[in-house]
């Protein structure tokens, strides 16, 4: 990983106001990403993880310190330019799926290259290939009521990279499945790293998949410990 990181994040502190006093939720986070990682924040409810995955993600600002993604500066940007950075090159997963539920596995992967504005005449090749690489090729008009757990969050993934992003942000991502669904997404996980040329920044509690990961950031009180 001789690499130049795509993202680099420098003294980063996040604070919120809350009855009327100064909440500090994030207390000077330094960390880097690179090309083909697969990079764990660990730590309980309350650490700050879900904080700082907003932050990567340009969904929110630091009040100190400095994001860059790509080269980009994403502590200087507004909202519009962070959005167009997003649409193009950051995929989401959240914890509860964020499936349409009326729409097969299928239609919500399309849904999300419509909403990309990739090309139409590239849509069914890429919504095949992005089922199939998260192993439901014979599940693809199943809607999420008629998927496991584990299925659902394959549909999520799918539809995550469909837009062939270069950063993954996934928010707690096996934390409703059970241990053997959880191996099978952090399977998925590595295989969409070599195939897809994506890095991946997820959050979790979890220990049992600790291992699979290139970087873990142990988080207590908004700081990394041991790092």
């Known amino acids: 990983m001789k690499d130049k990181p ?28 690179h090309a ?6 660990r730590g309980r409810s309350g650490s700050g993880k879900t904080t700082l995955l907003n932050m990567l993600g340009g969904l ?10 790509m080269d980009q500066p994403f502590h200087t940007w507004n909202d519009d330019q962070r959005t167009k950075v997003r649409r193009k090159d950051i995929g989401f997963i ?5 499936l349409m539920p009326m729409l097969s596995a299928w239609e919500n ?21 992005c089922l199939e690489l998260v192993g439901l090729s014979s599940r693809m008009q199943h809607r999420p009521y008629e998927l496991s757990g584990g299925e659902q969050q394959r549909v999520a993934i799918a539809k995550a990279i469909a837009h062939r ?13 059970d241990s053997q669904m959880g191996a099978q997404i952090m399977g998925v996980f590595k295989n969409i790293i070599q195939s897809e040329q994506v890095s991946i920044c997820m959050t979790t509690h979890d220990p049992t998949i600790l ?3 290139d970087r873990v950031y142990e988080m207590v009180d908004g700081k990394f410990i041991g790092a």
């Open 6 to 33: 795509i993202l680099i994040v420098q003294e980063v502190e996040r604070s919120f106001q809350a009855g009327g006093r100064k909440l500090d939720v994030l207390k000077g986070i330094h960390m880097e990403l």
């Open 36 to 41: 083909g990682q697969l990079v764990m924040l």
């Open 60 to 69: 929110d600002q630091p009040t100190k310190g400095e994001i860059y993604f």
């Open 94 to 98: 959240f914890q509860a799926f964020a």
């Open 109 to 129: 992967v399309e849904l999300a290259l419509r909403m990309a504005n990739v090309p139409r005449n590239e849509w069914k090749p890429r919504v095949q290939h």
């Open 165 to 177: 992003p270069a950063l993954l942000l996934a928010d707690e991502p096996t934390a409703d499945l």
């Open 211 to 213: 291992e699979v990961a």
